[in-house]
């Protein structure tokens, strides 16, 4: 599961107009209705289709979905994508089920940069994340839907992806902020107090490190760069002393 496609409106759910309770026979309508409509393309459709009837993809887009939420609260989330500020949006998923929040505020990161406290909700809600509750929803709505019951491993390696790509999507809106470095900073001092840190926490400071090597590493090459340009006369000193001071900066 990649991070920038980690949008609930590209959810093969939202795509079709399926529920969770959908049967095959009328996830086959909606997609027939839908491309009449032609605001999906045909070859969006059937991925949806085959995601949605296959047990084994269908698994990973039940998950980044909305599970356990109504049909009215999925229509109230999806009809304000985009349009809610941040504490409408902390106080809209406040009550709802765990992993659907968690869905809900790492599709918000995706759009923009954000706050500790998005951040903070969205590690309380990986706490709180039960495997065997997410089992038991999924088989309840799975045998309405004449759909097998998920295989219970399978769901634990879907919930794993999904955790390092909500740590993606979260680490690069937090680097896309103001001083990201103090962010993480008190985000991990605040969840290493717990008794019982957030299990996103060892995913987002992993994809933090790996993706400051790489600034680190470029930053290095720009100095040394600039050194050698400064002392073949390429460059001004006063000029390049001024590019090493902002690099190191960054």
């Known amino acids: ?30 997609v027939e209705e839908a491309g009449l409509s032609a605001l999906v393309s045909e070859a969006e459709l059937h991925k949806a289709q085959q995601t949605l009837l296959t047990p084994r993809l269908r698994l990973a887009a039940e998950i980044s979905w909305l599970p356990e ?10 009809s304000a994508q985009g349009k809610f500020a941040e504490t409408a949006l902390l106080d ?14 790492a599709d918000f990161c995706v759009r923009q940069s954000v706050s500790e406290e998005i951040v903070s909700a ?9 495997p065997d509750t997410v089992l038991a929803f999924l088989r309840s709505t799975r045998r309405a839907a004449g759909m097998p019951d998920p295989d219970a491993k399978l769901l634990n390696t879907c919930l794993h992806d999904l955790r390092g790509a909500h740590a993606v999507i979260v680490v ?28 996103l926490l060892p995913a987002m ?16 090459a720009d100095i040394s760069d600039t050194i050698s340009k400064a ?15 902002e690099l190191l900066q960054e």
């Open 172 to 199: 690069a809106s937090v680097l896309g902020g103001k001083g990201p470095g103090s962010v993480m900073r008190m985000l991990v001092d605040d969840e290493v107090l717990k008794s019982s840190p957030s299990s």
């Open 122 to 130: 969205l590690l309380n809600a990986w706490e709180w994340i039960e």
């Open 69 to 78: 939420l109504s049909d009215a609260e999925i229509s109230t989330v999806m």
């Open 92 to 105: 809209l998923v406040g009550n709802f089920a765990e992993l659907a929040k968690a869905n809900i505020l």
């Open 205 to 220: 400071v992993k994809e933090y490190e790996k993706r400051n090597e790489r600034i680190l590493s470029t930053a290095a």
């Open 1 to 30: 599961m990649e991070a920038e496609v980690f949008l609930l409106t590209s959810n093969a759910f939202h795509v079709v107009g399926a529920s969770y309770h959908s049967t095959a026979a009328e996830i086959f309508d909606l």
């Open 231 to 245: 002392k073949t006369g390429s460059l001004e000193l006063s000029a390049g002393l001024i590019r090493i001071v």
